[in-house]
């Protein structure tokens, strides 16, 4: 996304990461503040204190009140107020070793040594195919490593192998073909029964890839591009007739890098490891127009050990959404999501929200560790999505350090969209939730209060806030909870009553 700013006071950009530290919130008020919201490097998800865009006399006042009490702090060591400057071999937080370093290639060879032609129009998925078939017999002989170079090379759907780095070079970009035929109709995932969008199979993802270990996808930000386009027109028109495939999709797979490229433009979810362990997902951008229809960042779905970290998205849905599954199929399965950091995320959705738990999590969700996001000009920053049912449950998510400007509602729990995948639903299976802990979230600029909806029947207990802060909203604006429970404190506007319970108290406390 490119932002182009007219000011006649500009102030030049430098980089400013997200500090994990007890003082962060700090940097995120006075970058909110002082600029509207941190800017984004159009390539990386590095945040910024940005030039301000068409500042205020009082901003600018504001803006040098905090240099001179900065700058009193650095001559006299003596911090007035707590401010955390990084030491010098200061790291950010990183979960990145979840993935082992385990994939090597004795065997390096082109696309082109298959054949390939990178001139926008050739089809090239044969050769991405043989190239592929090829390299599978060095699986257990030193792996192998598959470059694509500059230049632009059309393909339809292929299947990865193991021990495998798929490796782009700078100026690569790939195109999915626009010919359906190419994306073949496989079979509905068992923890959903059917295809998401339509009865029976399913469209292939353009890379796909099913019981695989030591998997690289990765380059010199290059790009792979969705052309999404006739797909969204198939669903607006609904003349779709499979549900659509996803850009990358790997199944039952282990030890999985995908980082430093652009996706764009997907038919449907973008990322979507499913059934997966150890997998880490970095350093990348994910585009996708933001009327585009569930065209989701980045989707783990009854997946383990899954890390999430310096992302940019923009999007028709869901930045990052955890799944685990659908109604009876989820639950018959029973193939939880668990262990999911997901970390310094930036984007945009204008429609959805910035990280969503469900609706589909009948297998189970617990132990999601949120923190370090930066989401604006959305729909919601952080939604727990259920509904009679989904059965499962969702247990234990840390949501910490989150910024927003302009989300219309900082916090939604949602319920009753009444979409299953078909009439043998058991209406009485209905979620537990308990353990939602939210601490250091601002939101500027939000137009709607929180909705916090549990579902009669079942219990949503241990909802615990901390340093929440809510601005923009109109004095009529108030909280509405049903259904849940849990304690707070340092929340503006006064919450729910519902959220003064002092037996969560304790459990609250803790965090």
């Known amino acids: 996304m490119s932002i182009v700013h007219h000011s006649s006071c500009s102030l030049p950009s430098r980089p400013l990461p997200l500090l994990s530290s007890p003082y962060s919130p700090i940097f995120f008020f006075f970058s909110q503040l002082l600029f509207d919201f941190p800017l984004m490097d159009s390539d990386k998800s590095k945040f910024y204190f940005g030039p301000p865009i068409n500042p205020s006399c009082s901003s600018l006042l504001l803006f040098f009140i905090f240099l001179a009490i900065l700058t009193f702090q650095i001559a006299t060591r003596t911090p007035p107020f707590p401010f955390w400057l990084p030491p010098s071999d200061f790291q950010l937080p990183t979960c990145s070793a979840f993935f082992r370093p385990d994939v090597t290639a004795a065997v390096v060879m082109s696309i082109t040594d298959f054949g390939g032609v990178g001139d926008g129009k ?14 599978r017999r060095f699986g257990d002989k030193g792996g192998s490593k598959l470059t694509v170079p500059k230049g632009s090379w059309v393909t339809g759907s292929f299947n990865l192998t193991s021990n495998f780095t798929l490796f782009l070079q700078r100026g690569a970009l790939i195109l999915a073909s626009q010919d359906p035929g190419e994306w073949p109709i496989i079979e509905p995932l068992p923890s959903y029964g059917r295809g998401r969008e339509r009865l029976g199979g399913r469209h292939i993802s353009l890379i796909h890839g099913n019981a695989l270990s030591n998997v690289v996808i990765t380059g010199e930000n290059g790009t792979i591009d969705g052309q999404g386009k006739m797909w969204w027109e198939l669903w607006w028109n609904r003349t779709l007739n ?3 495939g996803h850009l990358v999709e790997l ?10 490229l652009t996706f764009k433009n997907s038919p449907f979810w973008t990322i979507h490891p499913v059934y997966c362990s150890n997998v880490v997902i970095k350093d990348m951008t994910i585009l996708a127009p933001l009327n585009a229809p569930n065209t989701d960042g980045i989707d783990p779905d009854s997946s383990t050990n899954v890390c999430i970290e310096d ?22 399965l029973a193939r939880p999501s668990s262990n999911i950091v997901i970390r310094r995320v930036s984007g945009t959705t204008p429609t959805c929200s910035g990280v969503g738990i469900g609706s589909e999590m009948s297998g189970g969700i617990s132990n999601i560790t949120i923190e370090d996001l930066n989401v604006w000009d959305s729909a919601a920053g952080i939604r727990i999505k259920s509904d009679q049912g989904r059965g499962g449950y969702i247990a234990n998510v840390s949501i910490t350090n989150f910024v927003m400007n302009r989300v219309k509602m900082a916090i939604r729990f949602s319920r ?45 207990d241990g909802v615990c806030m901390k340093n929440v802060t809510i601005l923009g909203l109109a004095p009529s604006a108030k909280w509405h909870c049903a259904f849940v429970s849990g304690f707070s404190t340092s929340v503006f506007p006064m919450p729910c009553p519902q959220l003064q319970n002092t037996t969560f108290s304790p459990l609250c406390s803790s965090f």
């Open 122 to 135: 050739t089809s090239n998925t044969e050769a991405f195919r043989k190239a592929i078939q090829y390299m």
């Open 242 to 244: 499979h549900t659509r």
């Open 251 to 260: 199944i039952n797979s282990h030890n999985i890098l995908i980082s430093n």
């Open 311 to 332: 992302c940019y998205i923009e999007s028709g849905d869901d930045l990052v959404a955890v799944k685990s599954g659908w109604d009876q199929y989820g639950i018959n």
């Open 416 to 460: 009753g969209s009444n979409d299953h995948p078909d009439e043998q639903f058991d209406p009485k299976a209905v979620p537990k939730v308990k353990g939602i802990f939210i601490t250091n979230l601002m939101s500027l600029n939000s137009t709607k209060a929180p909705v916090l909806d549990g579902i009669a029947g079942t219990s949503y």
